[in-house]
Nanobody, 113 residues
Framework: QVQLVESGGGLVQAGGSLRLSCTAS????????MGWFRQAPERERVFVAA???????SYAHSVKNRFTISRDNIKNAVYLQMNSLRPEDTAVYYC???????WGQGTQVTVSS
């Protein structure tokens, strides 16, 4: 059974930073591209960032140059470093094994103005 567990969310002031972590079990982690998504209240879940098996990265326009996705295949983990946070980044953040239906439970990020 696949499990994804996110951590690292919290409350931060605008301009601050947070680092989200997602650890995976039950699959050969290194064989999959991974992604981060977020869902703000009363909004759809949207793409934030992705990292391929080989380490190629892609970002939503709204977070480019502020967020960095990375992975550690030995630790079965994917990370999202979030800098220069804005109130509009407030959302529940989810990690996902791309091309599958496996999602984590989410971690809340709240950015105060």
């Amino acid at each position: 059974q696949v499990q994804l567990v996110e951590s690292g969310g919290g409350l931060v002031q605008a301009g601050g930073s947070l680092r989200l972590s997602c650890t995976a079990s039950g699959r050969t982690f290194s064989a999959y591209a991974m992604g981060w998504f977020r869902q703000a209240p009363e909004r759809e879940r949207v793409f934030v960032a992705a990292i391929s098996i080989g380490g190629a990265r892609s970002y939503a326009h709204s977070v480019k140059n502020r967020f960095t996705i990375s992975r550690d295949n030995i630790k079965n983990a994917v990370y999202l470093q979030m800098n220069s946070l804005r109130p509009e980044d407030t959302a529940v953040y989810y990690c996902r094994i791309l091309t599958t239906g496996y999602w984590g439970q989410g971690t809340q990020v709240t950015v105060s103005s």
